[in-house]
């Protein structure tokens, strides 16, 4: 009984978690100003895309063959 009660609690905070309204500014405030380089103001929507500098994309290359490491010029011995 527990067990239902938990998959149903978990269904519907999740499918609450799926509705999506047009966004706009609280009342009595507005958008931030437009930034110098950009040419119009930005909507809300383009304000929540994430710019490539914040979110680089991945490198997921895997090793394709082996290679020798090269020299490490600072690839020293401890000095005591």
Known sequence: MKALFFLVATA????????RVAL???????????????S??????QLLVPDVQSRPKRSDEQLKRS??????KFDLPPSH
């Open 67 to 72: 290679e020798e490491r090269q020299n490490d």
């Open 40 to 45: 119009a103001v930005p909507t809300p929507d």
């Open 12 to 19: 519907l905070a999740l499918s609450a978690c799926g509705g």
């Open 24 to 38: 706009k500014p609280a009342t009595g405030n507005s958008l931030p100003p437009k930034p110098e380089t950009a």
